[in-house]
């Protein structure tokens, strides 16, 4: 079954066998950092391991006397890195299998589990597989970004839309939290989808996850504190507030900013491994910025090379950065990047333009479709 | 240690999702461990000696959740190369300390022959096996090689308990200067007479063959016998002692399953999702391909490995036989996949 994709901008001027050609090259990109991991890759986790755990001690210890502003002041931005650290750099790519390869049960991500509120088998489920999948596919890629806000043409206004950017704002400061509701697909119960007994076992599951988090942050530390005990707790929050805001921030720029292409279930039907690969580069955005900011942000500021290889280490992201980029010049594809503020800025934008009503896109973004099989 | 145990079990409220050890062990790498199926027991380098025949002697320190060992046993070690983890088994050789005699052939036991200095942190697995010690009749130590370290236990903790009891000690070696151990044991003969070393230089004297026994050792039939050395000795060992009926009052120690033939196949990992083509066993596969494969003996002995076989079928390398029904648990040190096969793990 040939399928002749619907022209897209960037893609008009590239033939099949092109496109399974930059499959090959990014394949043997993948294959070339495959082999050259080793010890310097180990050491470089754990000392983002060590950072992080000792970065969490100096926190907590310091909110200990947190009645002392300065110290309140330090903990707190000690606690708050360390929280981003833990999520992103460690949590989001230790579970995405990236440190599978040092067999090291501490750092694997069959056991790794994270400071979040999503349960890390669930999100192993949701985010590695339906995510990293389905990919910007609008109804198939359950980012949550395409549930609660309207971020494309392609999706039906509804009223509530307009208080969008409002929302997006109360999202931004309990990120986690709405992540892990959104997870467990509320939704399908009035759909008739999922049983209420269903529903209530994976919210059960969710407190589980999050009651021993709640009670370290809000009730134990604050304890220990003594007269700080308010203090830390205001403390603590304010940690977790910013991590989420943080994460969202990042996270929100990595699929959403101007230039990003969203694809429909049509358009991505007959899909071949390198128009997966093609999907994941039109369909992600980077980060600009410094070494620090790249490590705290997980990486996801090479979203593109992370949703290329997924489960590749995420310090080599930097260096295969210029490859990729080299490969979209050479093939005319975009590589879509930009500072922080200026990203985050046309995330804004989208979704201030969508909450109100507009009809689908006039220009459709499809991913070229290639041929898999006659059938 | 009493302090830190509680403050471990009690902590984990304040370090949750982490455990206290991952922040004690910042502290002292050997604050953690044991606890819990993901945090392992460690174990600090103290000191390292060269031995004959290039080996070398490590003393180790261990963390804590180290639940002590029986001269005789063997303990599992976990070195990083390149930063990749491996396994492999070395008796204890002391009877109060952890130490281990290395003999640097191969991956692993090269690199901690010649590249672990003092202060290195290693992994350890809890001491199992049952070559140990009974009391009782007379015994017979027939050791070659490297083989010669699980009686080295054994003789040092009887040695510590008094006078050696009767124990003829048949040791193989390619020559008196690579017999390891060779002065202490030449000590101890000299030191308590009940116990009798009889070196077998096969440089000169070529290797040992069973129908020299009666002449070497005219009672071994009355003798608990333990054997430890290479797959050739205890093959002629075993079959000797079975043909004279006497295979209960032997004891023997692998250090690698004696192979026949493995099949081999496409093994899936079903957890992680990782696929492999392998023709070794299964543990070497799921190790390759980044799978937390639990791990023991390596040579089918103590179950550490075993994995539910969620479908096709496996090959016992010892045997050559085939077996395997969804559901059932396979030792996966000893196993390779006959066809393609699946794993629970």
């Known amino acids: 079954m040939t399928s002749a994709a619907p022209a897209h901008p960037s893609l008009a001027h590239l033939s099949d066998a092109d496109i399974e050609q930059i499959g090959v090259e990014l394949d043997a990109l993948r294959d070339e950092v495959l082999a050259s991991r080793g010890e310097a890759d180990a050491a470089y986790i754990r000392k983002v391991i060590k950072t992080h755990r000792q970065l969490e001690s100096g926190a907590r210890a310091t909110l200990l006397v947190s009645l002392f502003p300065p110290a309140w002041l330090a903990g707190t931005a000690m606690l708050a890195t360390a929280k981003v650290l833990e999520n992103m750099e460690l949590g989001h790519n230790i579970l995405h299998g990236q440190w599978d390869w040092m067999r090291d049960p501490e750092v694997h991500s069959t056991t790794w589990d994270w400071d979040h509120a999503t349960p890390a088998e669930d999100w192993k489920h949701s985010h590695n597989y339906l995510h990293h999948t389905y990919t910007n596919i609008i109804g198939k890629d359950r980012d949550l970004g395409y549930s609660v806000l309207r971020l494309s043409e392609d999706q039906e206004w509804k009223p509530y839309h307009l208080a969008q950017l409002g929302i997006n704002a109360g999202l931004s400061l309990f990120f986690e939290y709405g992540v892990a509701l959104y997870d467990i697909e509320l939704e399908k119960v009035l759909h008739r989808e999922m049983s209420v007994r269903a529903a209530a076992g994976r919210l059960g599951k969710l407190w589980k996850k999050v009651r021993p988090q709640l009670v370290k942050d809000y009730v134990m530390w604050p304890l220990l504190s003594g007269p700080s005990a308010v203090t830390t707790l205001g403390a603590n929050l304010t940690a977790n507030l910013a991590r989420n805001v943080w994460t969202h921030t990042v996270i929100f720029c990595g699929h959403f900013p101007d230039g990003v292409a969203q694809f429909s279930e049509e358009q991505t039907e007959n899909e071949t491994r390198g128009g997966w690969y093609v999907r994941q580069l039109l369909g992600s955005a980077n980060l600009e910025g410094s070494e620090l900011f790249h490590v705290m942000t997980g990486r996801l500021s090479y979203q593109i090379e992370h949703h290329l290889f997924p489960d590749l280490p995420s310090n080599r992201y930097g260096e295969i950065s210029p490859r990729v980029q080299e490969i979209c010049e050479r093939y005319g594809l975009p590589y879509t990047t930009g500072p922080l503020a200026k990203q985050y800025l046309t995330v804004l934008r989208r979704i201030a333009r969508l909450s109100l009503p507009s009809g689908p896109s006039d220009v459709p973004v499809p991913v070229r479709r290639t041929a898999k099989k006659a059938a | ?345």
Not at chain 2, 139 to 157: E, I
Not at chain 2, 185 to 190: G, I, M, N, T, V
Not at chain 2, 193 to 211: F, K, N, Q
Not at chain 2, 268 to 294: H, I, K, N
Request: charged share 20%; proline share 7%.
């Open chain 2, 1 to 345: 240690m009493g302090l830190l145990d509680t403050l471990v079990r009690r902590g984990s409220a304040l370090t949750t999702p982490f455990l206290p050890d991952d922040y004690l062990s910042m502290v002292n790498p050997l604050w953690s461990g044991g606890r819990g199926p993901t945090r392992e027991l460690r174990a600090r380098v103290e000191a390292v000696s060269r031995e004959a025949a290039g080996s070398a002697t490590l003393v180790l320190k261990p963390g804590l959740g180290w639940d002590g060992h029986l001269p005789g046993q063997y303990v599992g070690v976990g070195v990083e190369i390149g930063g990749v983890r491996h396994w492999r088994t070395y008796s204890l050789t002391s009877p109060d300390r952890v130490t281990i005699t290395v003999k640097g052939l191969g991956l692993v036991s090269n690199q901690l022959v010649r590249r672990t200095p003092v202060g290195t942190v290693l992994r350890l697995r809890p001491a199992a096996g049952d070559f140990v010690w009974r009391s009782g009749r007379p015994a017979l130590f027939l050791t070659a090689g490297s083989g010669v370290t699980p009686a080295m236990g054994m003789l040092r903790g009887l040695v510590r308990r008094g006078p050696l009891p009767d124990i003829t000690h048949l040791h193989s070696a390619l020559a008196r200067d690579e017999v390891i151990f060779g002065p202490e044991l030449r000590r101890l003969h000299a030191t308590y007479p009940p116990y009798r070393l009889v070196e077998r230089h096969t440089a000169a004297d070529g290797l040992l063959t069973m129908s020299e026994l009666d002449a070497l050792v005219p009672d071994w039939r009355e003798r608990e016998t333990w054997v430890c050395g290479p797959a050739g000795l205890l093959e002629a060992v075993s079959d000797h002692w079975t043909s004279a009926g006497l295979s209960e009052r032997l004891h023997v120690e692998r250090f690698t399953p004696l192979v026949v033939g493995g099949g081999s196949g496409l093994v899936s990992f079903a957890r992680t999702g990782a696929q492999a083509q392998a023709d070794s066993t299964l543990l070497e596969a799921g190790e390759s391909a980044g799978v937390l494969m639990p791990s023991g003996c390596r040579m089918g002995i103590c179950f550490g490995c075993v994995v539910p076989l969620l479908q096709g079928q496996v090959r016992d390398v010892r045997t050559g036989d085939v077996h395997g029904e969804p559901g059932d648990l396979v030792q996966t040190c000893i196993s390779s996949p006959e066809g393609d096969c699946a794993l629970d793990v």
